[in-house]
């Protein structure tokens, strides 16, 4: 018997399928700019460090591999996504 899909399997499948390079630029980037209290960086910050890595704007956009959120707060960070007209930016914070 096929068993039903709930929405918390459906979360994990998909927070599986982000690659190692975007989590380490996440990582890089939070400590780099960590200042005792929070941590802030755009998010083309994170492209420009992902597309060394060989992997595409394109295609970290399409597969929305930026939705990093449920993982850093699973792992005790808050997480703030900001849409500015300067561009946007994440901001990490200790829960």
Partial sequence: MVK???????????????PDAVILAFN???????SGKAS?????????????EGLTEEEVIKNHWLDVEPLY????FDVKYVRCP?????VFWKA
């Fill in 40 to 52: 802030e960086f755009k998010q083309s910050d994170v492209i420009a460090y992902v597309a060394s």
């Fill in 86 to 90: 300067e561009g946007n930016k994440f």
């Fill in 4 to 18: 039903v899909l709930n929405s918390r399997e459906l979360r994990s499948i998909d927070l599986k399928s982000i």
């Fill in 28 to 34: 890089t980037l939070i400590v780099k700019n960590w």
């Fill in 73 to 76: 707060r699973e792992n005790g």
